[in-house]
């Protein structure tokens, strides 16, 4: 396969013994593996070289003017729009537009814009999407927000972009025939762009666990070159002499195939829209060639291929579901291809989704407890009525509106009609109590372990001669993964606790034994929070899905505005907050929802003490005991948590007038403390930092805040009593161990 041969077992005077055999493919396999890691970073650094002069304009203080041309549509965004900028001899860039909306900036329009330029960074807590790698994949590596008109001009499209256009007229097309919001669903199935699709709607998709038509596969591909490959044999059919002279079949699938990349291109050459392209070219390759071409030759073709030109796809969740899942579906098709229709239908789902659960717990935490009766009633409904329909309707309709024949609104209803009941049948059953569930996110070992069984149990369907070692190889991996599960449970006693990386705000989480807390979730607004993209992936990705204790520390958007966030994905027992202030919106919001949910909500008033089990305590003083404080940080709820003699505290966002009550009512040296307001100059006064000596000091922010945290001088004073300074935007999430004998230990995301 890749050029490389060995010479067979006994044949000259090389006589290779298995085990040689397995040193020849292990040297092989190292080889590509590290020039694939070459590749990568080679990869990265031409990336970065390419966007240089992006990266020095980024160091700059304040905005700098930038001009640019737009190379895609612009898509929806929070207040306006979102797209991509060539800026000429610098690089690309994604550049949000506050107060536009699509129709004012074409593709292939000029624009001029003031902007502050900011890297594209993750937050550095595990469990994550990386949204870093995702822009990559693009060939971008910095954003900006501008505000249109005030920022932001255009002056006129200066470059043509037959694609984009034409994918503009597809929307405008969909939006005018059957309304915003079927058009939203349509455009993500016929173009695989979710964007226009409200939050709600979309995550409904995925909680059905149907979330998969949204994007373009090999159907997609199948109906737009069979459609195309059948019209140019029929119009070819209408010459005697052409059907005799020319090699029509060849014709018709070379015609088929071109349209098909036409397509993918339209697509935005998503992963499985490339992935699906790539096989039916192989085909059609092999079929030019006389040659014989396996399923599973041509998906390994296709792999290499798009790793080829973009290594970070292998890191795409999109293009690892894609693969993993044809792969699980070519490998079965022997078994799937028994018995009558319905049968095979029944076959196919069930594997397709048996390949996705484990990369879905990976990726998204959870996986959909009806996808299997949903998909069986669906797909064949979407693959031979709703789908064909949709993308031919489209064709004729854009194909009469070229020709400036008025295309009759008629002709969309059924279309209109179809969407709507998939709509409604999918928010109904997202709505079910076993729709979703939310799972511990695996570890690569057992991601492996489960992988390796399947494909073995694939292998004891295909017959007898395999039957007994297939047999042997999954009781083997069952047994090492049953071992690892029992070393994680009895090897797992250590006190952690974690200050998240969640930009600026703060959440802090608490594990012992048996108890799980949490303290603050973040900032954000529903549903687009840290509690939902942040704090609740971190906890699944530790495999906690139960919050014994949520405490509010107080009712800003910087601590408080991921608990909705939180509440909705996972299961809380107890919440503790301070009295909430008349004008905290917040507060209301949060209260509406522990009622929905029935989930005990207590206010402190007083100092309170909270058992987590052996050795390990909760103290939390509320603010509100002192009369004297007039400030909204100086009333919130600070907490200290103590175990086998090690104390950590966190004094949420209280100034110094707090600190001074606090220092009277509670003095020690404490092994770790979350700065005070994020290091604020109003707060870690020189009192309330010579009254605590901490060994750590956690500052957590995020990185270009423009309120300037933390203060150089509230840093220095920390400095000068020999504390150790770590910072969320540098270190990402830290963690602090305590074992069974009370040693205390720091560690980074970074190391």
């Given at each position: ?193 979710k964007s226009w699709i409200d939050f709600s709607t979309k995550e409904a998709f995925f909680k059905a666990g149907i979330g998969h038509i949204l994007a373009v596969s090999g159907l997609h591909l199948a109906i737009v070159a069979t459609f195309f490959g059948i019209l140019i ?519």
């Amino acid at each position: 396969m890749y050029g490389l041969t060995f010479p067979s077992k006994g044949n000259g005077p090389y006589k290779s013994s298995p085990l040689s055999s397995l040193f020849q493919a292990l040297i092989v396999s190292g080889m590509f593996f590290f020039l694939g890691l070459f590749h990568v970073i080679a990869h990265d650094f031409l990336l970065k070289l390419k966007n240089k002069g992006l990266l020095e304009l980024s160091t700059q203080n304040g905005s700098v003017v930038l001009q640019g041309v737009i190379d895609k549509v612009p898509v929806p965004s929070i207040d306006g729009i979102r797209t991509e900028i060539e800026i000429h001899g610098l690089g690309r860039l994604c550049l949000y537009i506050k107060g536009a909306t699509e129709s004012d900036f074409p593709p292939g329009e000029l624009i001029r814009f003031s902007a502050r330029l900011r890297p594209i960074v993750n937050v550095k807590t595990p469990g994550t999407f990386d949204r870093e790698l995702w822009w990559k994949q693009r060939g971008i590596m910095f954003q900006a927000y501008t505000e249109y008109p005030l920022k932001c001009i255009c002056l006129g499209k200066i470059h043509p972009t037959p694609i984009e256009d034409l994918r503009v007229i597809v929307l405008h097309r969909l939006q005018k025939m059957i309304g915003t919001q079927n058009a939203g669903i349509a455009t993500a199935m016929v173009l695989g762009e979710k964007s226009w699709i409200d939050f709600s709607t979309k995550e409904a998709f995925f909680k059905a666990g149907i979330g998969h038509i949204l994007a373009v596969s090999g159907l997609h591909l199948a109906i737009v070159a069979t459609f195309f490959g059948i019209l140019i044999k029929y119009l070819l059919s209408f010459s005697d002499r052409l059907l005799l002279t020319l090699p029509v079949k060849k014709i018709s699938i070379a015609v088929g195939c071109a349209f098909a990349l036409l397509y993918v291109a339209l697509a935005g050459f998503s992963p499985s829209a490339q992935r699906a392209f790539l096989m039916v070219f192989s085909f059609g390759l092999a079929f030019f060639l006389k040659r014989e071409l396996s399923a599973v030759c041509a998906l390994s073709l296709s792999a290499w291929l798009i790793v080829l030109f973009n290594p970070y796809s292998l890191k795409n969740p999109g293009f690892l579901l894609s693969f993993f899942a044809v792969f699980f579906l070519i490998w079965y098709s022997p078994w799937i291809n028994t018995g009558n229709s319905f049968e095979k239908l029944i076959k196919l789902t069930i594997i397709a989704w048996l390949s996705t659960v484990p990369l879905s717990s990976v990726f998204f935490h959870q996986t959909s407890l009806i996808a299997i009766p949903l998909n069986i009633i669906i797909i064949p409904v979407l693959g031979t009525i709703l789908l064909p329909g949709l993308i031919l309707t489209l064709l004729l309709d854009i194909s009469l509106w070229l020709f400036n024949c008025a295309p009759s609104s008629v002709m969309w209803y059924p279309i209109s009609f179809l969407i709507n009941l998939l709509n409604s049948v999918v928010q109904n059953a997202s709505k079910l109590a076993i729709s979703t569930l939310h799972i511990y996110s695996p570890t690569y070992f057992e991601v492996l372990c489960f992988y390796l069984i399947l494909f073995f149990i694939g292998l004891l369907l295909r017959g007898e001669p395999e039957r007994r070692f297939s047999i042997g190889a999954v009781t083997v991996t069952l047994i090492f993964m049953l071992s690892f599960h029992w070393y994680q449970a009895y090897h797992g006693k250590d006190i952690e606790f974690y200050t998240l990386d969640v930009g600026q705000g703060l959440s802090q989480v608490i594990f012992t034994p048996k108890k799980v807390v949490l303290v603050d979730a973040g900032g954000g607004t529903f549903p687009y929070d840290r509690g939902s993209f942040v704090v609740s992936p971190f906890l699944l990705s530790k495999n906690r899905d139960v919050i014994d204790y949520l405490i509010i520390s107080h009712y800003e958007t910087d601590h408080a505005g991921g608990v909705l966030g939180v509440l909705e994905k996972l299961k809380v027992k107890k919440v503790i907050g301070p009295k909430p202030a008349h004008h905290q919106k917040i507060f209301k919001r949060i209260k509406s929802l522990l009622n929905e949910k029935g989930i005990p909500f207590r206010i402190i008033n007083s100092y309170e003490t909270i058992s987590l089990g052996e050795n390990s305590m909760l103290f939390i003083y509320p603010g509100s005991t002192y009369k004297d404080l007039t400030k909204t940080n100086d009333k919130g709820l600070v907490t200290v948590f103590w175990s086998k003699g090690r104390s950590i505290l966190m004094p949420a966002d209280i100034e110094e007038k707090r600190e001074m009550c606090l220092t009277k009512s509670f003095t020690q040296n404490v092994d770790l403390l979350v700065a005070p307001h994020h290091g604020s100059v109003t707060s870690s006064s020189i009192n309330f930092v010579e009254s605590f000596r901490p060994k750590f000091v956690v500052f957590s922010y995020g990185l270009g805040n423009g309120f300037g945290l933390p203060d150089p001088k509230v840093k220095m004073r920390y400095l000068r009593i020999g504390s150790t300074i770590l910072e969320t935007p540098i270190h990402g999430t830290i963690k602090a161990s305590i074992d069974q004998k009370g040693n205390f230990t720091i560690s980074t995301y970074e190391n």
